[in-house]
């Protein structure tokens, strides 16, 4: 009996216990254990222990609906995002609001953000002061779900004392591109001559949205209702 007892023992420990089957897009079988899921990708754990990444849209619909509601009960680890050539300039280049002035950015959510808003605007110009606390109480309201985004101010104001005070009179609870970086080639391409403009940008820098249509200059509403229905999916 004791030796029944220690061979059950035995194989429970050699097989992870919250193993299931898998099944790919191709009807192919796995036994495994998901460990922990990454932006494309999910890693596997068999009984021998080793470690097998697959991309997650290998899987089955059931299996990566499973998977999500795996992630949603907090029963999997989520792998940290890898950084990208564009986050890393932008997070080398943030400042925030420190004592009311202007200073490097030392911690900020641009490592793991899916999504990144670039905030054309400047307290001199009315329609921007006025869609404003739109956004920071769209901001809050977010953020508080979905932190897995962030907004960047990208000033149009007329010097960096300028760009301070807007920050701090409007209470901008993001980060700000360094005022020098403003005219960089990786701040302006991503928008036309219009503010208030909202820019929705990927982790590579690749454009998404922007407060246009068709070469018309729309404004920063439709984006912002956008960013809202992609953080909810």
Request: hydrophobic fraction near 35%; charged fraction near 25%.
């Amino acid at each position: 009996m004791r030796r029944l007892i220690y061979f059950l023992l035995l194989s429970l420990a050699a097989f992870p216990a919250h193993a299931r089957t898998w099944t790919d897009s191709q009807g192919r079988t796995m036994e495994a254990e998901a460990v922990s899921v990454g932006e494309d990708t999910v890693t596997f754990r068999k009984a021998d222990g080793g470690t097998y990444s697959f991309p997650m849209a290998s899987l089955s619909e059931a299996d990566q609906a499973y998977l999500k509601e795996q992630l949603a009960a907090g029963e999997l680890s989520v792998e940290p995002l890898k950084p990208t050539t564009y986050t890393s300039w932008l997070e080398a280049n943030l400042v925030s609001l420190q004592g009311g002035k202007l200073k490097r950015e030392r911690t900020s959510d641009i490592p793991q953000a899916r999504y990144i808003a670039l905030y054309y605007s400047a307290h001199w110009c009315p329609p921007c002061r006025a869609f404003t606390p739109k956004l920071v109480s769209f901001y809050n309201e977010q953020k508080a779900k979905h932190p897995d985004f962030e907004i960047i101010f990208i000033s149009s104001d007329k010097d960096e004392e300028a760009m301070a005070e807007y920050m701090r009179v409007m209470d901008m609870p993001w980060p700000g591109l360094d005022y020098d970086k403003r005219k960089s080639s990786d701040a302006r391409k991503k928008t036309g001559n219009g503010i208030p403009c909202l820019t929705i940008v990927d982790r590579e820098g690749n454009l998404l949205m922007d407060s246009y249509q068709d070469g018309k200059y729309i404004g920063p509403t439709r984006v912002m209702n956008q960013l809202a229905e992609w953080l909810s999916e």
